[in-house]
């Protein structure tokens, strides 16, 4: 037998090595112009992770991944263009604190203000950016010229290497936008503050941090996004704006363990969503993704739904199978350096007795995507191409309260039931601060969305694009030039040719949207 003192023994070496934390790491935040790069990089077979399918990344993580790039560029430097060089060199300055001292050459990122005390350190920085919108044709009616400015300031550091802490907070002043109005009805979106022709809308991410060697905690307010889709995910997208939530990933070297309980935002009551996902490393280039998520609400928050390793096809089944339970499956594949496949097969419901294909309780989506480097052996090029499809009634629930939706957003693919899209990208970056891309879009959507109809309005066969089918083809352009260091300016236009807009059949419209922006971070 084993004895107490034993078992006191066994339990105080857990705690010890449960405790033993190192510093802490908080978020890179998604809309960072690094993780392209790293795209890139995993594509052309120069790094290797099964972490990079839960965003956002840990600072510590995504300087892991600029350590393998580092490595491959010292050791075969013939394999990276200029431009590739020049930005992995700015980005390790960006990670200078955590590459240190390996990064002791590189520029670090400057920042209004730093303090360190021992094992201590916290950076502030501000950021500005003004837009300027300019949209016409019949959609926009009447014309619409739109001023965007929003300011704010970044705080984050660590407190004795024990925990992390990340604020962001920003408000933005529009102008010139005549059809918006006041609202803090969490159905109507986001919070909108009206005073006279200004509107204001603010918003915010801040959480707390803590991680030892192979397991970090997070609580706060942040965005999520899991699966490799680029144009939009399935699962959780980052579609949606941020949400409190308490997130808990566990690395390991073949596979990494990510779960997430989300607070949402509804106008019918109390709103919340768990989930967990396995990421899987196969061998290198060849990764497995399982993601399981339920959408629950109408009561207070489920012990079994905060257990992160209890199934949630048994939980919701034991708690009255009532909740808007999904799952899916992704695979990710480097073919051969330079050309990355990937796929996403996602299921809302599925009932094994009925048709697959016809009945409207079998509710599925797939998502097929791939990135090409260097097409036609163009130095610093890339070529993106995704297709979506969501069958009817995906996202629905019968309760109201279950839908899948933050602030009225769809938490899943942007597209909504119902509806399939064609994504392609070209982009080029000749130098490291200029980036020019060129895109083409096809979209199809047909009747009912995941907030109007859960099921037909007569029998129970479904039928893909029924109703009024809207189409899209829409071009894009996008140039973009970094004038210097984390000082952003942009120009965007796209055209659309939209037949039976919002599924009104014909009414089609012919629509030409420029967007001029100007980013800074300091």
Request: neutral net charge; contains cysteine; charged residues 20%.
């Amino acid at each position: 037998m084993i004895s107490c003192k034993k078992i006191l023994r066994l339990l105080l070496w857990a705690a010890a090595g449960l405790l033993a934390g190192t510093a802490p790491s908080v978020n890179v935040p998604m809309d960072y112009w690094g993780y392209a790069f790293l795209e890139r990089m995993e594509s052309r077979g120069l790094i290797f992770s099964h972490q990079l399918y839960v965003r956002p990344l840990s600072r510590v993580v995504f300087a892991d991944l600029l350590r393998q790039a580092a490595v491959q560029a010292q050791q075969k430097p013939e394999l990276f263009s200029r431009t590739e060089k020049k930005m992995l060199d700015q980005l390790q300055g960006d990670f200078f604190d955590e590459l240190n001292p390996a990064a002791t050459e590189r520029s670090p990122e400057r920042h209004l203000l730093t303090w360190r005390e021992k094992n201590s350190r916290i950076h502030v920085d501000l950021h500005a950016n003004q837009t300027i919108l300019s949209n016409r044709g019949h959609q926009y009616q009447p014309d619409a010229l739109i001023s965007e400015t929003s300011g704010g300031g970044i705080l984050r550091g660590t407190l004795n290497q024990t925990v992390g802490f990340y604020l962001d907070a920003r408000n933005t002043l529009t102008r010139g936008n005549q059809k918006a109005e006041e609202h803090f009805d969490p159905s109507q979106g986001a919070p909108v503050v009206i005073a006279g022709s200004n509107v204001y809308q603010d918003q915010a991410l801040a959480y707390w941090t803590w991680q030892n060697t192979w397991l970090r905690i997070q609580a706060g307010r942040d965005e999520i996004a899991w699966g490799p889709g680029f144009h939009g995910g399935l699962s959780l997208s980052g579609n949606s704006p941020a949400a409190e939530l308490l997130r808990l990933n566990a690395f390991f070297r073949r596979f990494s363990f990510s779960y997430v309980h989300a607070f949402l935002r509804s106008n019918v009551g109390s709103k919340y969503l768990a989930g967990h996902r396995l990421d899987f490393m196969v061998k290198p280039g060849l990764y497995l993704g399982a993601t399981e998520t339920v959408v629950y609400g109408g009561r207070d928050v489920q012990f079994a739904y905060l257990n992160p390793i209890m199934p949630i096809h048994i939980a919701q089944h034991h708690l009255g199978d009532r909740d808007n339970k999904t799952m899916s499956l992704d695979l990710t594949c480097m073919l051969w350096p330079g050309l990355k496949l990937y796929g996403e097969y996602f299921i809302d419901d599925m009932t094994s007795t009925e048709s697959l294909t016809r009945y409207f309780g079998n509710k599925f989506a797939f998502l097929l995507g791939g990135q090409l480097i260097n097409p036609l052996r163009i130095a610093d090029t890339d070529l993106r191409f995704e297709y979506a499809r969501v069958e009817p009634y995906v996202y629905s629930h019968y309760d109201s309260i279950n839908i899948y939706t933050h602030y009225n957003q769809l938490i899943g693919h942007w597209l909504g039931p119902n509806a399939d899209g064609l994504f392609l990208q070209l982009g080029w970056q000749p130098l490291r601060d200029f980036r020019i891309e060129l895109s083409l879009q096809q979209q199809r959507k047909g009747e009912g969305d995941a907030d109007t109809r859960s099921r037909p309005e007569q029998g129970v066969e479904k039928k893909f694009l029924s109703g009024v089918v809207e189409r899209q083809k829409i071009f894009g352009i996008n140039i973009r030039e970094q004038v210097y260091r984390d000082f952003f300016v942009s120009v965007h236009y796209q055209y659309a040719d939209v037949r039976n807009v919002q599924r009104r059949a014909g009414m089609n419209s012919f629509d030409h949207s420029a967007r001029f922006e100007l980013y800074l971070n300091y």
